[in-house]
Nanobody, 125 residues
């Protein structure tokens, strides 16, 4: 089992920034990939960003590329999502998730094994 706790959400004006954190505990040695997804009311949960736990650069949805940055701190078992130039359409509940098996698609939410409870991000216009 892996437990995930997100933090850092809140209300921000358009153009502002927030940094989300996701702290992992439990069987963290089994993590292959950590990802961020978001879900707005009435919409499907969608991929935002992902990063391999062992290293390398991040992967991003086109809608956030150039504005969001995913990073990780393995010593703290934590992944971050730095969100800049926020827009009202970024308003959603943001979830972190882990893949604990090789071979899954980092873009596909059903290939993730564990999920956090989410943190709300609201961007005002």
């Amino acid at each position: 089992q892996v437990q995930l706790v997100e933090s850092g959400g809140g209300l921000v004006q358009g153009g502002g920034s927030l940094r989300l954190s996701c702290a992992a505990s439990g069987r963290t040695f089994s993590i292959y990939t950590m990802g961020w997804f978001r879900q707005a009311p009435g919409k499907e949960r969608e991929f935002v960003a992902a990063i391999n736990w062992s290293g390398g650069s991040g992967y991003y949805a086109d809608s956030v590329k150039g504005r969001f940055t995913i990073s990780r701190d393995n010593a703290k078992n934590t992944v971050y999502l730095q969100m800049n130039s926020l827009k009202p359409e970024d308003t959603a509940n943001y979830y972190c998730a882990t893949q604990n098996r090789p071979g899954g698609s980092r873009w596909y939410r059903h290939d993730y094994d564990y999920w956090g409870q989410g943190t709300q991000v609201t961007v005002s216009s």
